[in-house]
């Protein structure tokens, strides 16, 4: 009997297990790839840490809290127009502190921050204004413009 017959008679499930198992890896590798291009996400500013956070504070710096995830779309959209911030002349005193959704949770809790893509303003203690899913670039420089207005 030949295999062309062999398979003729061959259950038609048992006949879709290879060409199924290579959809499904190549689907797995498509969805890897995807998933680490969507995760990289640069940090913008200084990783944040309480004592470095209490002395800008304590300095009255003008302070942007970026709360980003390496996984949020929103947050990768932020990124450019949070990264140019300290090139502009009037932002130049801005400090910039990241906290990383994921991992700082204990720091979330103390800001009241229940998303990413939170952006928090102070002027020195005083917060002045805060947004969520914002990318509006003049909107974003609308809002730091806040800590430097007193």
């Keep these: 009997m030949t295999a062309a017959a062999l398979d003729h008679r061959t259950p038609l499930a048992h006949r879709l297990q290879r060409p199924l198992a290579i959809v499904a890896t190549a689907l797995l590798v498509a969805l890897v790839a995807i998933f680490s291009s969507v995760t990289a996400r640069a940090?913008?500013?200084?990783?944040?840490?309480?004592?470095?956070?209490?002395?800008?504070q304590k300095a009255g710096k003008p302070i942007l809290i970026d709360v980003f995830a390496p996984w949020c779309p929103v947050c990768r959209a932020q990124a450019p127009t949070l990264a140019a911030l300290p090139a502009v002349p009037e932002f130049k005193d801005l400090t910039v502190f990241?906290?990383?959704?994921?991992t700082q949770k204990d720091v979330l809790r103390s800001l009241g921050v229940q998303k990413q893509s939170t952006l928090i303003v102070f002027a020195g203690s005083k917060e002045t204004g805060r947004t969520v899913g914002d990318t509006d670039p003049q909107s974003i420089r609308a809002l730091v413009a806040t800590a430097f207005a007193g």
Excluded: I
């Design 43 to 56: 940090e913008v500013g200084t990783p944040f840490t309480p004592a470095a956070f209490e002395a800008a």
């Design 98 to 102: 990241s906290v990383d959704f994921d």
